[in-house]
Nanobody
Framework: QVQLVESGGGLVQDGGSLRLSCAAS????????MGWFRQTPGKDREFVAA????????YYADSVKGRFTISRDNAKNTVFLQMNSLKAEDTAVYYC????????????????WGQGTQVTVSS
């Protein structure tokens, strides 16, 4: 089982930036895909972005394309989510997750999750 620990959330003004980190341990990451999801109260978890560990290929939800960037540091087993031009509708708890194999946009296909980090964008 892979352990994931997110950090970097907080309160930011509309138009501001935040960088989330997700430190992973307990796995062999060669065949993994790391994903970021977010959730607001009363709603399902929503796919945000994903990156394949070896190739570094990236995937984004339409709502964040051009504003968010996912990246990874293989040596540190850490994935990042750089969030720019934040909007009030980006307010959510952000989770990182991991799965073996290629990208999936569905949270049910990611077996391991972090505890989440709150991002609040004030308008």
């Amino acid at each position: 089982q892979v352990q994931l620990v997110e950090s970097g959330g907080g309160l930011v003004q509309d138009g501001g930036s935040l960088r989330l980190s997700c430190a992973a341990s307990g796995g062999t990451f060669g065949r993994y895909t790391m994903g970021w999801f977010r959730q607001t109260p009363g709603k399902d978890r929503e796919f945000v972005a994903a990156i394949t560990w070896i190739s570094g290929r990236t995937y984004y939800a339409d709502s964040v394309k051009g504003r968010f960037t996912i990246s990874r540091d293989n040596a540190k087993n850490t994935v990042f989510l750089q969030m720019n031009s934040l909007k009030a509708e980006d307010t959510a708890v952000y989770y990182c997750a991991v799965r073996v194999g290629g990208t999936s946009y569905y949270d049910g296909q990611y077996p391991d999750w972090g505890q989440g980090t709150q991002v609040t964008v004030s308008s």
